[in-house]
């Protein structure tokens, strides 16, 4: 039985990950959920998964959050650390795989380019607003095609001849590509295309201007999908790794920042999985700008602000989280 | 000696001049191959994503040039006359190019700026003259007489051929059209580049329809449009274009319609097509805008094409009580 | 007359006191909200850069107010602002709205229009008057900026987090209020003083990181989602390339020193950059070769969306990052940008600078 764990959580706008690791930084549990606008419920859920997977008894050392939800989970779970979605993947991938210069990852709603060299972070981009090149995208196209996303990928690897999908972005790749279904393209084809035109949108957009160096690790949700790993193999020339929990990487990230943490957690235990939430925003007339603060409370005691653009409140979770 | 001219951006508009100035001068010239998907791709790789697809297109050709030439030009157009401007991105090009890590021939880049005054264009005489090691008084003579080519090649414009028709002489004889007369206005390099354009001239008029573009139009009927503006416009392709649409629509018998084609991200065109389009709104006058870039696909651009053509023919049926306004826009919705 | 003017960033202080100075009744836009960005993007043209919505943001929320008079500046350039007035004031017509837009440009190049202009403001006033109003107000704006670059210097250390904003704030009432040289004189001496006394961790060595990009996407904090003070937040010395001061002692008025200033910026983009071209993207080039060569630490370009000088600008800096070995990433915004996937980036990027820092031996080559 491990003698402590850390507390890795991902909360993005699609999907939330929980890891959960031992001070060796071996994986001993891990949870993926679907978000679904209710980032406090995955949550919940996400950590019920963990905790009933953890041996009983194992004492908590450090809890550390990231994505787009960080400073609400920080609020809700008692968090140690929060950091930004792109250290958290360029910490996980430089231990589980330290020679790898290049980090594809394709989320949900995000992607991301992370060149590192030396062990450090030496450039990144993040996708613009468009969402093209990221997994809603696909998703959306796989329900379109009444495929199941899961499925996609074999699918593709099916293909003869991928059509050419046109589309900067999602809604005209899908206008093309029911154009292309009504010709009479094969589905299969037609599925490698969508995976050629996510590749391609992600290296004109995401990428663009980046040298791309080898060994190159490809992680987040969308990694699953051999389709969209072949395409960009073809595309890079290079090898392209996907690690072992490339979906949960950035939650393993900053599970990996949570151990150096010595002391005592602020973890508020896995109690929290039946706390009772509120979020609650009120308009502040402290000055011109009429900010809508938001107040974070559990069990009725309000535990953070966020919101305001001047920080009076927030200043008190700057302090107590220390991004 | 060789130099080579990439078939992009204001090519369509001084290619002639440079023609002519290059065999007077007894330096070599070639031109690249008119757009395709190679060229388009091949930039499109080499610059930056909020770069607009002319721009794109441009870096294009000068790879293509690059293993072919001892120089490539790519004049630094700054302005052509006094007090108005070109474009800021056309201005950078030759630095863009220059910075973008790509393996290209020396630029021949004079700067072209008579902002300030004709005697600007001294300036890139005397650059040109130095960079091609030729006698400055050769330079002047062999640009003074391809001034006089430009004056010919307007005249075949105004008889309606296209650019690319004036230049290389491959206008065919065609029935005057059947159904309509539409104006396709826009930068010279939207309009009549090949693969960005999905060839809209030859498009429209393989329907029977006339096409007149701001380049057929003499240069009295661009400045009678132009007087309508409190401010004068001081972008020389925005002239063209608001100049054109902007005589059409007060001279309505001239065209049944306007088609503006711009490129994604123009900045110009922001608010040039959106003056014309309220122009064009509160006289009725059928307007569309057609944006594309280099993810465009064909089928959107067909259709709305020939949504644009029948509106305007019921239009004409319905004795002029349509307004065709709409959302015709041919764009990427989700593109910020 | 009720006359209103366009927002950005210290700006508004000044223009509000030239015009009240007048004697004009100033009907001053209310601060831009949410309200003002969605009110501008829904009635301007889409591709259009985001000062333009904004300022249409602006001129409808004070004509809701009662202004029937707008102030907008103008000019001829190759970037687009030089025709804003014209659009918006077709845009403001055809929405119904009756108003008189007045821009302070010399018609068609004459520059003798450019007082007839302004002498619709100042009815029955002399020369001397408005030169003085002027005066007054370039001196309260410099009052304020100073204000605001000694701010972004010390926010990152300061001990008690918000004691910058507290003092801006408190700035912006004195400072910003003041219509004589005695009121602001004395206001400038408080807030000196609550500055000087301000408790900080004098031994930190944050990282400094400069900003360059578009005028009024450096200095509009609503619209850059308050990213000089994010980055303060995140423990780092704001540089900024510009202030509207500066603007004004480089654009406006003869000031010997600007003028030099000027020189040496377009000196330092010349093996990047051969000349302008429009706006500020000459600027951005330069200014960014001057902060590398004064061992930053990192570099933030901000534009608007579509904006043609900055996309120049931005194609030329890897190769300045390239060669001076310091990180540069570029921030591109419009009225959709999030404040989430803004912040995310601006950690990643102090993280990153900071690594580098690390990296590079101690931050040695920052001490200063």
Redesign the interface.
């Known amino acids: 039985m491990p003698s402590k764990v850390f507390l890795g959580l991902d909360v993005g706008s699609v999907s939330t990950k929980v890891v959960a690791i031992d001070a060796l930084g071996q994986v001993l549990a891990s949870s993926y959920l679907p978000t679904q606008g209710q980032p406090i419920a995955a949550i919940q859920s996400a950590l019920r998964e963990i905790a009933r997977a953890l041996p009983p008894g194992v004492p908590v050392a450090g809890v550390a959050t990231t994505g787009?939800g960080r400073v609400m989970a920080s609020a809700l779970v008692g968090a140690d650390v929060v950091?930004?979605?792109?250290?958290a993947h360029a910490t996980a991938t430089l231990r589980v795989l330290p020679s790898v210069r290049t980090i594809i990852e394709i989320g949900g709603q995000?992607s991301k380019i992370i060149l590192l060299n030396?062990g450090?972070?030496?450039?990144?981009a993040?996708n613009?607003?468009?969402?093209?090149g990221t997994g809603s995208f696909l998703d959306r196209q796989a329900h379109r095609l009444g495929v199941p996303i899961t499925a996609l990928g074999e699918l593709a690897l099916q293909a003869t001849s991928p059509t050419r999908i046109?589309?900067?972005?999602?809604?005209?790749a899908e206008?093309?590509m029911i154009?292309k279904q009504q010709t009479g393209h094969s589905l299969s084809d037609i599925v490698a295309g969508l995976c050629e035109a996510l590749v391609r949108n992600y290296l004109?957009?995401v990428a663009?201007?980046k040298t791309i160096v080898g060994p190159v690790s490809f992680q987040g949700g969308v990694a699953a999908n051999v389709g969209i790993l072949r395409a960009f193999e073809s595309a890079l020339a290079l090898p392209v790794i996907v690690p072992e929990h490339y979906d949960v990487m950035g939650a393993l990230g900053v599970a990996y920042l949570a151990q150096p943490i010595a002391g005592q957690t602020r973890f508020r235990g896995f109690g929290v999985v039946a706390a009772n939430c509120q979020v609650k925003g009120e308009d502040c007339d402290g000055?011109?700008?009429?900010c809508e603060v938001v107040g974070f409370s559990i069990n009725g005691r309000v535990q953070a602000y966020w919101g305001d653009?001047?920080?009076?409140y927030s200043?008190e979770n700057?302090?107590s989280v220390g991004? | 000696m060789i130099v080579g001219v990439p078939r992009a951006l204001l090519y369509y508009v001084y290619y002639p001049l440079w023609r002519r100035f290059f065999a007077e001068l007894g330096v070599g010239c070639i031109l690249s191959p008119p757009t395709n998907e190679a060229i388009m791709n091949s930039g499109?790789?080499a610059v930056?994503?909020e770069a607009c697809a002319p721009v794109k297109i441009a870096m294009g050709h000068v790879l293509a040039l690059a293993p072919e030439v001892d120089y490539v030009l790519v004049p630094r157009f700054v302005s052509v006359e006094p007090r108005t401007y070109i474009c800021p991105k056309l201005m950078g090009l030759p630095d863009m190019i220059r910075q973008s890590g790509q393996k290209t021939p020396p630029l021949l880049a004079p700067d072209i700026d008579m902002s300030k005054g004709y005697f600007g264009l001294a300036r890139a005489l005397m650059d040109t003259s130095r960079c091609l090691e030729k006698g400055l008084w050769s330079t002047v003579r062999s640009f003074h007489h391809s001034l006089a080519e430009m004056r010919r090649i307007k005249h075949k414009l105004i008889a309606g051929q296209t650019p690319e028709e004036a230049f290389h002489g491959t206008s065919r004889r065609r029935k005057p059209g059947r159904r309509l007369r539409i104006a396709v206005l826009g930068h010279p390099y939207n309009v009549y580049d090949p693969l960005l354009s999905m060839n809209i001239v030859d498009r429209l008029r393989a329907q029977g329809i006339d096409v007149i573009t701001a380049e057929m139009l003499p240069l009295e009927h661009i400045s009678l449009g132009l007087s309508q503006l409190r401010k004068k416009l001081f972008w020389s392709l925005s002239k063209m274009v608001l100049g054109a649409g902007l005589y059409f629509v007060n001279h309505a018998a001239e065209v049944d319609g306007i088609i503006l084609l711009s490129s994604f991200g123009c900045g110009l065109e922001s608010l040039v097509a959106d003056l014309l389009e309220r122009h064009a709104r509160r006289q009725e006058f059928p307007f569309m805008q057609l944006t594309v870039?280099e993810?465009?696909?064909e089928?959107?651009l067909i259709t709305r094409l020939e949504a644009f053509v029948e509106t305007v023919e019921g239009r004409i049926l319905n004795a002029r009580n349509l307004s065709p306004h709409g959302d015709h826009e041919f764009r990427?919705?989700?593109?910020? | 007359m009720r006359v209103t003017f366009p927002h950005m960033g210290t700006m508004s202080f000044a223009m509000q006191a030239l015009l009240e100075n007048l004697r004009l009744q100033v009907v001053p836009p209310?601060?831009i909200?949410n309200r003002t960005l969605m009110l501008g993007a829904k009635y301007s043209p889409e591709c259009v850069c985001l000062p333009f919505k904004v300022n249409i943001g602006n001129f409808i929320e004070a004509i809701e107010l009662g202004a029937d008079t707008v102030v907008m500046g103008g000019g001829i350039g190759p970037c687009r602002f030089g025709y804003y007035a014209e659009l918006q004031q077709e845009i403001l017509q055809d929405l119904g709205m009756r108003v008189n837009m007045i821009v302070l440009e010399p018609p068609q190049g004459a520059n003798g229009g450019l007082w007839s202009r302004i002498s619709k403001l100042s009815v029955g006033q002399s020369l001397w008057h408005v030169a003085a109003a002027s005066y007054f107000a370039w001196h309260l704006c410099k009052g304020l900026d100073g204000v605001l670059q000694s701010l972004d210097l010390l926010r990152a250390r300061e001990t008690v987090?918000?004691s910058c904003?507290r003092i801006w704030?408190a700035a912006q009432k004195s400072i910003g209020q003041a219509r004589t040289y005695r009121a602001l004189r004395r206001a400038e001496k408080e807030i000196r003083h609550e500055i000087a006394t301000l408790s900080l961790h004098l031994h930190k060595r944050p990282l400094r990181i400069g900003l360059v990009g578009e005028i009024y996407m450096l200095l509009e904090p609503?619209v850059n989602l308050?990213l000089a003070?994010r980055l303060g937040?995140?423990g780092v010395e704001v540089h900024r390339s510009m202030s509207v001061s500066d603007w004004v002692a480089r654009h406006l008025v003869p000031n010997p020193r600007a003028r030099m200033h000027t020189r040496k910026v377009h000196e330092a983009a010349k093996p990047y950059l051969r000349g302008f071209v429009g706006g500020h993207g000459l600027e951005t080039i330069g200014e960014s070769v001057l902060f590398a060569e004064g061992g930053i630490d990192g570099i933030i370009q901000v534009l608007p969306l579509t904006c043609m000088p900055e996309i120049v600008a931005q194609s030329l800096l890897?190769s300045i990052s390239q060669r001076y070995g310091v990180?540069i990433i570029t921030l591109?915004l419009d009225e959709?940008?999030?404040e989430?996937?803004l912040?995310?980036?601006l950690?990643?990027?102090v993280?990153?600078v900071g690594?580098?820092r690390v990296?590079r031996g101690g931050g040695v080559s920052c001490a200063k």
């Open positions: 787009s950091k930004n979605e792109i250290t995000d030396h450090v972070v030496t450039d990144f993040m613009t607003v468009c969402a093209a046109a589309g900067r972005c999602a809604v005209f206008s093309d154009h004109s957009n663009k201007g000055c011109g700008n009429r653009r001047c920080g009076k200043h700057y302090l991004t | 499109a790789r930056v994503d870039d993810h465009s696909g089928a959107g990427h919705a989700g593109t910020p | 209310p601060p909200t987090p918000g904003d704030n609503k308050h003070e937040y995140l890897p990180p591109v959709h940008a999030g989430a996937g912040q995310t980036r950690e990643a990027f993280d990153m690594a580098r990296h």
